[in-house]
Nanobody, 121 residues
Framework: QVQLVESGGGLVQAGGSLRLSCAAS????????MGWFRQAPGKEREFVAGSRAWTYYADSVKGRFTISRDNAKNTVYLQMNSLKPEDTAVYYC?????????????????WGQGTQVTVSS
C-alpha cells in the first residue's frame, strides 16, 4: 500500500508560480513512476507530468512546469511557472508501481487526495 499526500496548492495571479509537493510512503519509491494529473470542474482528469528515469509532460504545460523528485525524501514536486487561468484545477499526484511510463490515469495504482490550484486573471 502506498499513501500519497499533496501540499502546496493555493490562489495565485496569472503569471505567478506555485510549487506542489507529494510525499509518498513505501520502501521502493525510487522505482515508482510518479505522475501529476489535474481535474477542472466538468472536465476529465488529465495528465500533466510524469517521472521515473526521465520526465515527460503534457504539451499544454511543457516549458512552464517542471516535475522533479527526491528519492531520499520519497517526495515528488511540481514547479509551476507562468501560470494561466486555464491551469485552475485540483491537482493530484499518483504512483504507478509497475510497468512502463503512462499518461493514462487508469494505469496508476495509487492517488493522493488532491490540492486546489486557482489562478486568477
Amino acid at each position: 500500500q502506498v499513501q500519497l499526500v499533496e501540499s502546496g496548492g493555493g490562489l495565485v495571479q496569472a503569471g505567478g508560480s506555485l510549487r506542489l509537493s507529494c510525499a509518498a510512503s513505501g520502501r521502493t519509491f525510487s522505482s515508482y513512476i510518479m505522475g501529476w494529473f489535474r481535474q477542472a470542474p466538468g472536465k476529465e482528469r488529465e495528465f500533466v507530468a510524469g517521472s521515473r528515469a526521465w520526465t515527460y509532460y503534457a504539451d499544454s504545460v511543457k516549458g512552464r512546469f517542471t516535475i522533479s523528485r527526491d528519492n531520499a525524501k520519497n517526495t515528488v514536486y511540481l514547479q509551476m511557472n507562468s501560470l494561466k487561468p486555464e491551469d485552475t484545477a485540483v491537482y493530484y499526484c499518483a504512483a504507478k508501481t509497475y510497468g512502463l511510463e503512462s499518461r493514462r490515469p487508469a494505469e496508476y495504482d495509487y492517488w493522493g487526495q488532491g490540492t486546489q490550484v486557482t489562478v486568477s486573471s
